[in-house]
């Protein structure tokens, strides 16, 4: 019924930026607490951050405090993730994770995932 869909990964340069977006369907967008996930390869998919309902609470992972925004326009449904300054270890696939309690997407067990897409961060 639900249906995360991310897009705007790419391939950018150290230093670089990029917006990912993740748009939702097939629910009511302001009941999710809305989260991004990370897996680089050959490691276990990480938590990036998350925003709440009306996006003026948020939570980064330490790595990414400082660099990351992430927000959400409910009036699109979409939740944004605005990567600054990234790094080669930045590289991964990112997911968008949706749930209507805080603890499932903070801790990687979201009622529902994005499909991802892929950030490659060249150094």
């Known amino acids: 019924q639900v249906q995360l869909v991310e897009s705007g990964g790419g391939l950018v340069q150290a230093g670089d930026s990029l917006k990912l977006s993740c748009a939702v369907s097939?629910?009511?967008?302001?009941?999710?607490?809305m989260g991004w996930y990370r897996q680089a390869p050959g490691k276990e998919r990480e938590f990036v951050g998350a925003?709440?309902?009306?996006?003026?609470?948020?939570h980064y992972t330490d790595s990414v405090t400082d660099r990351f925004v992430i927000s959400r326009d409910n009036d699109k449904s979409t939740v944004y993730l605005q990567m600054n300054n990234l790094q080669s270890e930045d590289t991964a696939v990112y997911y968008c994770a949706a749930d209507v309690l805080v603890n499932p997407v903070l801790h990687g067990t979201p009622t529902h995932w994005g499909q991802g897409t892929q950030v490659t961060v060249s150094s």
């Open positions: 097939g629910g009511t967008f302001t009941t999710f607490v």
């Open positions: 925003i709440n309902w009306n996006g003026h609470a948020t």
